[in-house]
């Protein structure tokens, strides 16, 4: 049976898985021409590739990354241009992240240039309901883009900001709003507070986002009237995937496409696999092509029983930037992919790191079904042309190692 009591935000979420992708493929060759011809960082990036024959995933999956930390340091090297080069035209607002790192609102022509609204609305969020905001309007786009969505949806606004827990606490008890958009950290606070002087809040709606919200916690709000949902979006790319009532991992969003790759290189995993979450973005302002956000997730098979039929998302599982510095030398993710790219064979892989500081001892896990002859020396001798470091050799039967997205353990003890 469908969970859908509040109906769908527009009809693109109920579309056929078939006719979504079709959609998807046809409009990933211009995007990535106008990044081509709109982004002077594309344009040298993707200067080989003929846009016209992007038209499968694994197509687009032949296509570099583009990390954050390239962002970052072309923003440092090239200030000549805007953004590093990655953004299409002149933006309307440029906004600030910690490290700094620059992004531009991604669609400034439309009302909800990040997208927020479809997130809202699965939340329970309605036209006429006033929503308290606790994201900061300073800078980080993160107020600005639950404000933008709250509009598009025909919602008021109390823009709290961060800090001043008193003040917003008076204006949560003043106003009464029906809804809230901010962290779940500060919201629990606010009921806190509230309950001290034994007055109770108005709030029925919310959506969390910038921290984990854990089942207890949903639970808790629960317990207080409160239908709290959680959404996964960032600044460089706006809403990624949401949660529903039903409850049963994140959807994603109709305007992004999103891989799953091996954890420190670019290739695809299959479904249910933990790895990197990679998002191609379609705005004309911002147009992200492979972007790698860092974030550990998987695909959740099946479609989800709120009737909305795009892929799932598990949730967020960690970071995906991965790395070890053992015997003075750092060992990062993506040489252990590369090891696996070499020896096709082998399924998992992780590269133990034990004992103590200065004292290392490396061991190579791998999943190979039965045990090859000489397999575990061949590795050894791969392993060390990667990183110049020795390391014992663990076969293992396939199923064996954990399905969390992890190449590096770091097990050793810092004291």
């Known amino acids: 049976m469908k969970l859908n009591p509040g109906g769908f935000f527009d009809a693109l979420e109920t579309r056929d898985p078939v006719e979504r992708e079709a959609a998807l493929m046809a409009a990933l060759p211009a995007q990535i021409a106008h990044a081509q011809q709109s982004s002077p960082a594309y344009a040298e990036l993707l200067a080989d590739v003929d846009a016209a024959r992007i038209t499968s995933r694994a197509a687009l999956a ?6 954050k930390s390239s962002l970052a340091a072309a923003q440092a090297a090239r200030r000549a241009l805007r953004l590093g080069g990655y953004a299409a035209g002149t933006p309307r607002r440029i906004f600030q992240s910690p490290g700094p790192l620059y992004e531009p609102e991604p669609d400034g022509a ?18 006429g309901q006033l929503a308290h905001v606790s994201f900061s309007y300073h800078l980080t786009p993160a107020g600005a883009m639950m404000e933008a969505g709250l509009r598009a949806l025909g919602l008021a606004s109390v823009p709290g900001g961060v800090g001043n827990t008193e003040q917003q606490l008076q204006a949560v008890l003043d106003l009464a709003p029906e809804a809230y958009a901010g962290t779940p950290s500060f919201l629990r606070i606010l009921y ?44 460089d790319l706006g809403l990624i995937a949401y949660e529903t009532v039903a409850r049963e991992g994140l959807v994603v969003d109709e305007g992004v496409l999103v891989e799953i790759v091996r954890p420190g290189s670019g290739e695809p995993l299959p ?7 990679v998002v191609t973005s379609f705005s004309p302002d911002y147009p992200l092509i492979r972007f790698a956000t860092g974030d550990l997730s998987a695909v959740r098979p099946g479609v989800s029983p709120c009737g909305r039929t795009n892929q799932r998302l ?7 930037d991965q790395s070890a510095k053992v015997r003075g030398m750092f060992v990062h993710a993506g040489q252990v992919a590369e090891l696996q790219k070499r020896h096709p064979a082998l399924r998992r892989v992780r590269l133990v790191v034990e004992g103590e500081m200065a004292n290392d001892r490396l061991t190579l896990q791998v999943e190979v079904p039965g045990r090859p002859l000489g397999l575990a020396e061949l590795l050894a001798t791969s392993l060390r042309e990667l990183t110049k470091l020795r390391a014992e050799v663990e076969l293992v039967e396939p199923g064996s190692l954990p399905n969390d997205g992890r190449l590096i353990e770091d097990r050793r003890s810092v004291t």
Do not use: K, N
């Not at 479904?271 to 979450?277: D, F, L, T």
């Open 271 to 277: 479904e249910g696999e933990v790895g990197e979450v």
């Open 110 to 127: 439309a009302a909800d240039p990040w997208r927020i609204a479809r997130a809202l609305f699965a939340a329970g969020l309605r036209a």
């Open 192 to 235: 806190e507070r509230a309950a001290e002087s034994g007055q109770p809040l108005s709030l029925r709606h919310a959506l969390v986002s910038g921290e984990a919200c854990p089942p207890a916690l949903v639970t808790w709000f629960a317990e207080r009237g409160l239908d709290a949902y959680q959404c996964y979006a960032t600044a």
């Open 314 to 320: 598990r949730g967020w599982l960690g970071r995906a």
């Open 62 to 67: 032949a296509l570099p990354l583009t990390r």
